[in-house]
């Protein structure tokens, strides 16, 4: 489970990241061999991508990326975006690659609503078995529908997934979705103390029903 320090740590790791990715999306509309077909395959997986931006590094921004090795857990996050978030269309001619472009939107297989739902409990879930306190998963679904409990159940979610995404065991684009779902002046100033907030509301809610299960009103 992550500790606070954690989570301050992997919020900077993704504005990194995210830096990192928009800054490569630029240099491909001038220069499209910046994410050519063959680079984008190299990048979306984190073990191959240390690689390329090791040896690239010159070229990159240093406050882009790491200032010592590139760890798992920057090169993961990275990877990423690719799978949650973003696509690089190609544009190419008689075999002349002309256009990369970083584009909004990854395919996405699966359902919304109910996905998020069970993202949400399970991260709750998680969190109050490392609190030593056992909660039922319709305990846990009852908790995250309740309407004063949305946003801190998806600042949480967000905040357990990007620790998932950080191991390489992130959930695509269902991630893009809980995070669209937390309001929008919450997105522009998350960070570990707002995170924390949202996680010690989160236990009150769940002690409460787990000592009087029989008063939840929802």
Same mark, same amino acid.
């Given at each position: 489970?992550?500790?606070?320090?954690?989570?301050?740590?992997?919020?900077?790791?993704?504005?990194?990241?995210?830096?990192?990715?928009?800054?490569?999306?630029?240099?491909?509309?001038?220069?499209?061999?910046?994410?050519?077909?063959?680079?984008?395959?190299?990048?979306?997986?984190?073990?191959?991508?240390?690689?390329?931006?090791?040896?690239?590094?010159?070229?990159?921004?240093?406050?882009?990326?790491?200032?010592?090795?590139?760890?798992?857990?920057?090169?993961?996050?990275?990877?990423?975006?690719?799978?949650?978030?973003?696509?690089?269309?190609?544009?190419?001619?008689?075999?002349?690659?002309?256009?990369?472009?970083?584009?909004?939107?990854?395919?996405?297989?699966?359902?919304?609503?109910?996905?998020?739902?069970?993202?949400?409990?399970?991260?709750?879930?998680?969190?109050?078995?490392?609190?030593?306190?056992?909660?039922?998963?319709?305990?846990?679904?009852?908790?995250?529908?309740? =309407?004063?409990?949305?946003? +801190?159940?998806?600042? /949480?979610?967000?905040?357990? !997934? #990007?620790?998932?995404? %950080? @191991?390489?065991?992130?959930?695509?684009?269902?991630?893009?979705?809980?995070?669209?779902?937390?309001?929008?002046?919450? =997105?522009?100033?998350?960070? +570990?103390?707002?995170? /924390?907030?949202?996680?010690? !509301? #989160?236990?009150?809610? %769940? @002690?409460?029903?787990?000592?009087?299960?029989?008063?939840?009103?929802?």
């Amino acid at each position: 489970m992550i500790r606070r320090e954690d989570t301050e740590r992997l919020l900077a790791l993704h504005t990194r990241a995210y830096g990192l990715l928009l800054w490569l999306g630029e240099q491909a509309a001038k220069e499209p061999r910046w994410l050519a077909p063959g680079v984008v395959a190299r990048l979306a997986k984190p073990a191959t991508s240390v690689g390329w931006l090791e040896q690239n590094r010159g070229e990159i921004p240093s406050e882009l990326l790491p200032s010592g090795p590139i760890g798992d857990d920057f090169a993961a996050l990275f990877s990423s975006f690719f799978d949650t978030s973003f696509r690089v269309d190609h544009l190419d001619f008689e075999g002349v690659l002309l256009d990369s472009a970083l584009k909004l939107g990854a395919e996405d297989p699966s359902p919304g609503g109910r996905g998020m739902e069970h993202s949400q409990a399970l991260a709750l879930k998680h969190l109050a078995a490392f609190e030593k306190m056992f909660l039922a998963q319709d305990d846990a679904r009852r908790l995250v529908k309740r =309407r004063n409990l949305r946003a +801190a159940s998806l600042i /949480w979610t967000y905040a357990w !997934e #990007l620790d998932r995404r %950080a @191991r390489g065991k992130g959930k695509g684009p269902l991630v893009r979705k809980i995070w669209r779902a937390i309001p929008l002046e919450i =997105r522009k100033t998350l960070s +570990a103390e707002v995170v /924390w907030g949202a996680r010690l !509301e #989160l236990l009150e809610a %769940a @002690r409460a029903l787990v000592a009087a299960p029989g008063a939840d009103p929802a």
